[in-house]
T-cell receptor, first 118, second 113 residues
Framework: AAGVIQSPRHLIKEKRETATLKCYPI?????VYWYQQGPGQDPQFLIS???????DKGSIPDRFSAQQFSDYHSELNMSSLELGDSALYFC?????????????????FGPGTRLTVL | GDSVTQMEGPVTLSEEAFLTINCTYT??????LFWYVQYPGEGLQLLLK?????DKGSNKGFEATYRKETTSFHLEKGSVQVSDSAVYFC????????????FGQGTTLQVKP
């Protein structure tokens, strides 16, 4: 079965540079979530999108922005990178039950993008 | 706000030992509860879930029961294997209908042959 795809898998950037992370949800999933997992930490929710609109926002820095496109893939744009942004960034997807607007419980996670800021 | 607290690790067990990883939560209402597992160098995989009080989630020999009275969702397995070595995260579905997950701090399990 198709899973959530994230690219790139690894990314190395210098301080103050920008980075773009991409996420391709499971086919027919309409909701995308982004999480940040620092070394030895639990994943922290950043932001989510449903039908191309932002649906919720967590502890996402103002230097970061994200969007969901018409094909449901999502991109997380990170500017003015700092050393503390080094982390594993996960994307997850889920879907709404057709005709109900009810969000299903299970989120499926991608393998993550490991960002290292030097 | 809603939160999840897990027992601190690492937990080190011998193969075939009994496993318990404690998880308690604080939440308004009755959120769905989850256990995710993260193997070294990999992403998060859903292990099991429970959506209402007294539900028992189970998968691959792991079990957890949603206890409303003690606000707990402890993970158990009767006989662990070396291949179970991983980090285990307890999580709850946050408030509202947006579905974001709130995770505990994770518990590292190491199983020795």
């Amino acid at each position: 079965a198709a899973g959530v795809i994230q690219s790139p898998r690894h990314l190395i950037k210098e301080k103050r540079e920008t980075a773009t992370l991409k996420c391709y949800p499971i086919p027919r999933h309409d909701t995308v979530y982004w999480y940040q997992q620092g070394p030895g930490q639990d994943p922290q929710f950043l932001i989510s999108f449903y039908e191309k609109m932002q649906s919720d926002k967590g502890s996402i820095p103002d230097r970061f922005s994200a969007q969901q496109f018409s094909d449901y893939h999502s991109e997380l744009n990170m500017s003015s990178l700092e050393l503390g942004d080094s982390a594993l960034y996960f994307c997850a997807s889920s879907s709404h039950l057709s005709g109900t607007g009810f969000l299903t419980d299970t989120q499926y996670f991608g393998p993550g993008t490991r960002l290292t800021v030097l | 706000g809603d939160s999840v607290t897990q027992m601190e690790g690492p937990v080190t067990l011998s193969e075939e030992a009994f496993l318990t990883i404690n998880c308690t939560y604080t939440a308004t209402g009755y959120p769905s509860l989850f256990w995710y597992v993260q193997y070294p160098g990999e992403g998060l995989q859903l292990l099991l879930k429970a959506t209402k009080a007294d539900d028992k989630g189970s998968n691959k020999g792991f079990e957890a029961t949603y206890r409303k009275e003690t606000t707990s969702f402890h993970l158990e397995k009767g006989s662990v294997q070396v291949s179970d070595s991983a980090v285990y995260f307890c999580a709850l579905r946050g408030p509202g209908n947006t579905g974001k997950l709130i995770f505990g701090q994770g518990t590292t399990l190491q199983v020795k042959p």
